[in-house]
């Protein structure tokens, strides 16, 4: 919505340049018509001067209104990926130059005229300074666009290995007959996960064969640097953090100089009173220009409290609407917590209620060009979340025991959330993505 705003001032300038050169052509116009006045050599060669002037700043004007309308469009129904700053700066930069060129030569007065020295010399200086200003400023913008990463093809870079992978273990655990079931595993002998929660207290669930299972080896995991990394034979690992308003003004270039490779960076928030409003983060426009400033690739993620899907997709507009003008280079993430210290809005809903708010989010999510993910951790897969329901759609899940105790397949693990980072005050969360090698 950015440029539509935008284009509201350049038609305004163009209507008053528009008109502008009108009254110059029709003044020059009436002096060419004019058989005394056409006799004044002066009069006839500034008036002819005019008209080339005129003719070439209309067209230039229209070419400036059409790129301004094509950009507007645009953004409502995007064909066209580049970054918003990049543009505002060359758009700008070649506005401020097209004027100082304009006012230039229209102040500029005849060269042979001694009276018009002084004019002339205005005219001229307020030309260069115009247009050296505004081509520098252009070509800031137009490297910007450039060297701005495009949206789509990144995210379907992130996405396409996980696609693949669910969507393979799927297929095999569709394809998978009852006479290929260990012996040990029978209908009447379900596999029961044993596995323990933040507080240590120990649960019993039966593993749900219908979901597709992660195999990755515990040992693959160790220390890197400032956090946990994994290779084998099939993946390998990136290292990144999750941030909020409570990390306070993080030093990402700092940050980045310590390995981080990525980041979500909460978006938003829903209150877990009665009223439930939607809040924006405080720290979410500086910490994902930051980051992604440093180089670090940025997926952000909302904190839901939705009780129905009408407003888990109220959430996902939300979202939508604030990465408006912003690239994402990983996924944006559906967050539904429980609230253990407290009386929530959510304490209520079910399982089932709160699968169908994760369906509704990740749908308004991917329709509008970005990649759905969804937060969890073992209680929440064990109880809440159905995961048959949310098929191709890569799991955030959250444990801090040594190891993952998911059966379940995932792409994120947050496996901490006592990190310890120079550039950033206090604890933060740390997390570890596991990638398909190539």
């Given at each position: 919505?950015?440029?539509?705003?935008?284009?509201?001032?350049?038609?305004?300038?163009?209507?008053?340049?528009?008109?502008?050169?009108?009254?110059?052509?029709?003044?020059?116009?009436?002096?060419?018509d004019d058989d005394v006045l056409s006799?004044?050599?002066?009069?006839?060669?500034?008036?002819?001067?005019?008209?080339?002037i005129v003719r070439f700043m209309g067209i230039l004007l229209i070419l400036i209104v059409a790129v301004f309308a094509i950009i507007a469009v645009n953004s409502l129904h995007p064909f066209i990926h580049f970054s918003v700053i990049g543009f505002a700066l060359a758009a700008g930069g070649f506005l401020f130059a097209y004027l100082g060129f304009a006012l230039g030569r229209l102040l500029s007065g005849s060269k042979d005229n001694p009276q018009d020295k002084d004019r002339n010399f205005a005219g001229k200086a307020l030309m260069i300074s115009f247009?050296?200003?505004?081509?520098?400023?252009?070509?800031?913008?137009?490297?910007?666009?450039?060297?701005?990463?495009?949206?789509?093809?990144?995210?379907?870079?992130?996405s396409?290995?996980?696609?693949?992978?669910?969507?393979?273990?799927?297929?095999?655990?569709?394809?998978?007959?009852?006479?290929?079931?260990?012996?040990?595993?029978?209908?009447?002998?379900?596999?029961?996960?044993?596995?323990?929660?933040?507080?240590?207290?120990?649960?019993?669930?039966?593993i749900?064969?219908?979901?597709?299972?992660?195999?990755?080896?515990?040992?693959?995991?160790?220390?890197?640097?400032?956090?946990?990394?994994?290779?084998?034979?099939?993946?390998?690992?990136?290292?990144?953090?999750?941030?909020?308003?409570?990390?306070?003004?993080?030093?990402?270039?700092?940050?980045?100089?310590?390995?981080?490779?990525?980041?979500?960076?909460?978006?938003?928030?829903?209150?877990?009173?009665?009223?439930?409003?939607?809040n924006l983060d405080q720290k979410f426009y500086q910490n994902i220009e930051g980051a992604q400033a440093a180089g670090i690739h940025v997926g952000v993620y909302f904190f839901s409290q939705a009780i129905n899907e009408e407003e888990a997709i109220e959430e996902a507009n939300f979202v939508i609407n604030a990465l408006e003008g912003y690239d994402l280079q990983m996924p944006v993430v559906y967050d539904p917590e429980s609230i253990l210290?407290?009386?929530a809005r959510t304490d209520?809903?079910?399982?089932?209620?709160?699968?169908?708010?994760?369906?509704?989010?990740?749908?308004?999510?991917?329709?509008?060009?970005?990649?759905?993910?969804?937060?969890?951790?073992?209680?929440?897969?064990?109880?809440?979340?159905?995961?048959?329901?949310?098929?191709?759609?890569?799991?955030?899940?959250?444990?801090?025991?040594?190891?993952?105790?998911t059966p379940y397949y995932f792409s994120v693990w947050q496996y901490t959330n006592e990190g310890t980072l120079e550039g950033i005050d206090g604890p933060v969360d740390l997390n570890i993505e596991l990638l398909i090698k190539q």
């Open positions: 919505m950015f440029e539509i705003f935008f284009l509201i001032p350049v038609l305004i300038v163009a209507g008053v340049w528009g008109f502008i050169l009108m009254n110059v052509r029709k003044n020059s116009k009436e002096i060419l006799n004044d050599e002066k009069l006839l060669d500034d008036a002819k001067s005019s008209m080339r247009m050296t200003s505004g081509i520098i400023v252009m070509i800031i913008g137009i490297i910007v666009c450039i060297s701005e990463p495009k949206t789509q093809a990144v995210k379907e870079d992130f396409k290995a996980v696609r693949d992978e669910l969507a393979k273990r799927a297929a095999e655990e569709e394809a998978e007959s009852p006479e290929e079931i260990p012996q040990e595993i029978s209908a009447d002998e379900p596999e029961i996960l044993k596995f323990v929660d933040v507080f240590g207290e120990e649960y019993e669930v039966e749900n064969p219908n979901i597709p299972k992660q195999d990755y080896d515990n040992g693959a995991f160790h220390t890197e640097g400032s956090g946990l990394a994994y290779d084998d034979a099939k993946y390998t690992s990136r290292f990144g953090i999750d941030v909020s308003k409570h990390q306070g003004d993080i030093d990402w270039e700092t940050v980045k100089a310590q390995g981080v490779d990525f980041a979500f960076v909460r978006i938003g928030y829903r209150g877990y009173g009665e009223e439930g409003n939607i210290d407290d009386v209520d809903v079910s399982g089932e209620q709160f699968t169908k708010n994760a369906v509704a989010f990740c749908d308004v999510i991917k329709e509008n060009g970005f990649w759905p993910m969804v937060y969890s951790n073992m209680l929440w897969e064990a109880y809440e979340l159905n995961l048959t329901q949310l098929p191709n759609i890569p799991v955030w899940y959250a444990d801090y025991e040594p190891y993952p105790q």
